[in-house]
């Protein structure tokens, strides 16, 4: 794989994870909100 | 019943703007003699690997401030720092995988700094398993807190062993006996702006992880207080005999 | 019972730990050998590392892969290395060397670059028609 190659996939794993990650917060925030406001 | 926790938006636009400029400066900054473009890693490796140790250290203290006070909500910032410095540690492993692979020639080597590192990473995982021994937050958070406080002394040891030990993976260019390696000056920057985009991230992370918090703890008093089993009317008892 | 079980457990893990990081790291703490440390040790036939900086001008290519001298700056060794030498290797740069000693020269088959903690940038050397940020967002 060429320097620029090796850069991308870094970047790519970097950021693709921090997405990932902050997705699932953000889901799991919906998830149990949606759960507390059901519960009435 | 009314959601009792202040959810926040802003904490996404920071994560947002600080990816933006930190991967801006990144990639107009210099090349590097030796590893040429190869360095751009270091920019988000070395960030992440500190990153790992605020979470952990923010874990140390949230742990060591509930044994001292038994109040909960310190227990909430350990939780939710550990999982945030489990995400970091394991970041900081596979970049450095990558970079391993690109500059070294290889994945990954017992060398102690990586072989420490790792160990790390399963510990708080051990963490974040503990957590999930027991419902009752009093009984979680001592467990918790016991090994959250016996965790930290790694961190100096994972950060100090490429000096005590010889190792593969190269020393500290910043934090280090000497005075900082990094000679070109938009490196530096770059990687001091890539340590404070990293910061903020965690921060807004911390704010989010915590939030959920608050919402989980919520949610498991409603499901004490109510008189309904837990798993309530989703689970159907099988009919023996019952078939066609 | 119920209040042994939080110390009992997380001193159950550090314990593990412990046993875990004794045994694997008391042999690998110690990376690579130094030429010097080489130098002063009889040839065993076992494997082990060396490591060191590549000696300028020393770098000579064979049929099966490419000589050359680690030096620490005190003694330096002749490396016999079998196969095609790592990517960002050249004169000067730190090696580490998998193989065996035989008192004389010590025989590698394996090779990996060892990288120093400076960052150093010749600005007139950088090619700013260079590609850059190409397909940065791929993984």
């Given amino acids: 794989m060429t320097e620029w190659g090796w850069v991308a996939f870094a970047y790519g794993v970097a950021y693709g994870s921090f997405f990932l990650y902050a997705g699932s917060i953000a889901l799991r925030i919906n998830r149990a909100r949606q759960s507390i406001e059901r519960s009435e | 019943m009314k959601v009792q926790t202040r959810i926040r938006w802003w904490p996404w636009a920071a994560v947002a703007l600080s990816l933006v400029v930190a991967f801006t400066l990144s990639m107009i900054s210099p090349r590097d003699d030796v590893q040429g473009e190869l360095v751009r890693i270091?920019?988000?490796h070395v960030p992440a690997a500190w990153l790992a140790y605020v979470a952990f250290f923010m874990t140390f203290v949230g742990s060591l401030t509930y044994l001292l006070t038994k109040n909960l909500r310190w227990d909430r910032i350990a939780a939710a720092s550990a999982e945030i410095g489990v995400f970091f540690t394991g970041l900081t492993l596979v970049l450095g995988m990558i970079w391993g692979k690109s500059t070294w020639g290889v994945w990954w080597t017992w060398d102690a700094r990586?072989?420490?590192?790792?160990?790390?990473?399963?510990?708080?995982?051990?963490?974040?398993?503990?957590?999930?021994?027991?419902?009752?937050?009093?009984?979680?958070?001592?467990?918790?807190?016991?090994?959250?406080?016996?965790?930290?002394?790694?961190?100096?040891?994972?950060?100090?062993?490429?000096?005590?030990?010889?190792?593969?993976?190269?020393?500290?260019?910043?934090?280090?006996?000497?005075?900082?390696?990094?000679?070109?000056?938009?490196?530096?920057?770059?990687?001091?702006?890539?340590?404070?985009a990293f910061t903020i991230i965690y921060i807004s992370?911390?704010?989010?992880?915590?939030?959920?918090?608050?919402?989980?703890?919520?949610?498991?008093?409603?499901?004490?207080?109510?008189?309904?089993?837990?798993?309530?009317?989703?689970?159907?008892?099988?009919?023996?005999?019952?078939?066609? | 019972?119920?209040?042994?079980?939080?110390?009992?457990?997380?001193?159950?893990?550090?314990?593990?730990?412990?046993?875990?990081?004794?045994?694997?790291?008391?042999?690998?703490?110690?990376?690579?050998?130094?030429?010097?440390?080489?130098?002063?040790?009889?040839?065993?036939?076992?494997?082990?590392r060396l490591g060191g900086q590549v000696v300028p001008g020393s770098v000579a290519d064979t049929t099966a892969g490419v000589t050359f001298d680690v030096t620490d700056g005190r003694?330096?060794?002749?490396?016999?290395?079998?196969?095609?030498?790592?990517?960002l290797f050249q004169e000067g740069i730190g090696v580490v060397v998998e193989g065996t000693w035989d008192g004389t020269s010590f025989h590698s088959d394996t090779m990996l670059v060892k990288h120093d903690e400076t960052y150093t940038s010749d600005e007139g050397d950088y090619d700013p028609n260079h590609p850059t940020g190409d397909g940065s967002d791929e993984a």
Wanted: hydrophobic share 50%.
């Fill in chain 2, 42 to 44: 270091m920019y988000i």
């Fill in chain 2, 205 to 244: 992370l911390m704010i989010k992880r915590i939030e959920l918090t608050h919402l989980e703890d919520q949610l498991t008093e409603i499901e004490h207080s109510t008189d309904q089993p837990v798993a309530g009317e989703a689970v159907v008892v099988p009919e023996l005999g019952a078939r066609p």
């Fill in chain 3, 75 to 87: 003694e330096s060794v002749t490396v016999v290395h079998v196969g095609a030498p790592q990517q």
């Fill in chain 2, 114 to 196: 990586l072989t420490l590192t790792a160990i790390m990473f399963f510990v708080y995982l051990g963490y974040l398993a503990l957590r999930r021994t027991t419902d009752d937050p009093v009984a979680r958070a001592s467990r918790a807190s016991v090994l959250g406080v016996l965790g930290a002394v790694q961190i100096p040891i994972v950060h100090f062993s490429v000096v005590w030990w010889r190792t593969l993976h190269q020393p500290p260019s910043i934090v280090r006996p000497d005075s900082p390696a990094i000679q070109e000056p938009l490196m530096l920057i770059t990687l001091i702006v890539g340590v404070v």
């Fill in chain 3, 1 to 48: 019972m119920k209040r042994y079980w939080k110390f009992i457990v997380p001193a159950g893990i550090v314990v593990v730990i412990l046993i875990v990081l004794m045994i694997s790291l008391n042999s690998s703490l110690v990376y690579f050998n130094t030429p010097t440390e080489l130098t002063e040790q009889a040839a065993d036939g076992g494997r082990l």
